[in-house]
């Protein structure tokens, strides 16, 4: 263990060992692209680990560092990946079947793809209705598919010799739930794993045998998962850092950039609508009311926080927002998302934004999925503990502490992010005052 600043970081000694429920096209995309970059056949564009820079000090000391070379993170080459799904399709098959990544790249990575087998998963129809699979856990009760679950890490750990170990669900999305008494404390959690009571989720039993196991755990859905009071606990009682949720890949990482802006400069906003067509399993997925519901609930909620309407009722208040995700097997992973955006100026005269993004779901994912393991384990050889606000810059809707309402606002969240590492590593907070240069 050496003092690296504000902290103690341990080394990032030894293989680290990433497990992910739900082995579809965004985590076959994340496993192939890594073992790519290790091969020198891409680039980890997308990642801010692995190309972003941390600017230390004054701008007149020319000192930015790349941020992989300014804490000490999890090198590529230590990674090795694992997980669960309900279909037998071992890393390469689901690549292919994903028809993300091309086949001549896949072909140069089927030995190391085709070794990545899943798990019999955890699975419960009346949370993800629309798939269904053979490939499936069976227990007398939920905590018997809990136990299986640790058994499982345990296992995956000593056979692949790995030091430490972090969990990212990139699952399905599930249907919509609210707070039951049953996520009151961790005694009722666990009696209700005993009692199978329905308001326990899969993605939920998966968070519980990682948290019991100190697995740092994040959360890529719009799931209620660890955003629960037993939950909550079990992470601070067992010093297991936690993130979410739902990746910001998208229409809703354009949000994050536009909305901002649009305050900055007072402009006002009446209505954004936005529409999605995707044909790949999310979409098949999302075609369910009730998973939609799930997913609709952290796209509406961005431009609340971020416009603030309560304070600036004359530009935001009567906003109308609307967000449609309709399945169409044609596109596959290739998603286009399609905002009309209705602003108004100088004396209220209207203006009008449209965006059509073509974009694909799985590679702005992948290296989001990348840099949230690997902080993760940073955050836990950090003795850092709880809810990682640090890491909102990647989630549609950041977990918080308990009454504290999130941050949106990209920009915001990337300082949070980098002032994060720098307090890590004892070195000044940057404010971006700039008064020191006029003195």
Not at 48 to 61: A, H, N, P, V, W
Not at 160 to 188: Q, Y
Not at 325 to 330: F, T
Request: charged share 20%.
């Amino acid at each position: 263990m050496a003092k690296q600043g504000n902290v103690t970081v341990a080394p990032a000694d030894g293989k680290l060992g990433i497990l992910i429920p739900g082995m579809g096209a965004v985590t076959s995309t994340f496993i192939a692209g890594v073992e790519a970059v290790k091969r020198g056949l891409g680039q980890p564009v997308g990642s801010l680990t692995q190309l972003g820079t941390i600017r230390l000090g004054k701008r007149t000391d020319a000192r930015t560092p790349r941020i992989k070379d300014f804490v000490p993170l999890a090198p590529l080459d230590c990674l090795v990946f694992g997980g669960w799904d309900i279909y037998e399709d071992n890393a390469y098959e689901a690549a292919v079947r994903a028809q993300v990544l091309e086949g001549p790249l896949l072909d140069q990575l089927k030995e190391p793809l085709s070794a990545i087998r899943p798990m019999k998963a955890v699975f419960n129809p009346n949370y993800v209705k629309r798939i269904d699979g053979p490939n499936v856990k069976t227990g007398s009760n939920n905590m018997d598919l809990a136990q299986a679950l640790m058994q499982d890490i345990q296992d995956f750990k000593k056979t692949n010799g790995c030091n430490r170990l972090v969990m990212i669900w990139c699952g399905s999305t599930e249907v919509f739930r609210k707070p039951a008494p049953v996520h009151d404390n961790l005694a009722a959690f666990e009696e209700g794993l005993r009692t199978n009571d329905p308001n326990i989720s899969p993605s939920q039993i998966y968070a519980y045998a990682a948290l019991r196991l100190r697995v740092p755990f994040a959360n890529g859905a719009p799931n209620l998962t660890t955003d629960v009071p037993a939950l909550l606990e079990l992470a601070r009682e067992h010093a297991v850092p936690i993130c979410g949720k739902d990746f910001k890949t998208g229409q809703t990482f354009l949000k994050t950039l536009l909305a901002p802006g649009f305050k900055a400069r007072m402009l006002g906003v009446r209505g954004w609508f936005s529409t999605n067509i995707l044909g790949n399993r999310d979409g098949q997925v999302l075609e369910d009311p009730d998973s939609f519901k799930t997913k609709e609930e952290t796209k509406l909620s961005v431009l609340e926080q971020i416009l603030q309407p309560d304070l600036y009722p004359n530009l935001y208040k009567d906003l109308y927002h609307a967000v449609r995700i309709n399945y169409y097997p044609p596109r596959g992973d290739a998603k286009e998302g399609w905002d009309n955006i209705d602003i108004f100026g100088w004396l209220g005269y209207p203006m009008q934004i449209k965006i059509d993004f073509l974009c694909r779901d799985s590679i702005l994912a992948a290296p989001l999925v990348l840099d949230l393991v690997l902080f993760l384990d940073l955050a836990q050889r950090a003795g850092m503990k709880g809810i990682q606000e640090w890491l909102s810059f990647y989630f549609k809707g950041p977990m918080t502490a308990p009454g504290l309402y999130p941050e949106h606002d990209i920009f915001i969240q990337l300082m949070k992010l980098k002032n994060t590492l720098r307090w890590m590593q004892g070195e000044d907070l940057i404010t971006h005052l700039g008064l020191e240069y006029y003195d």
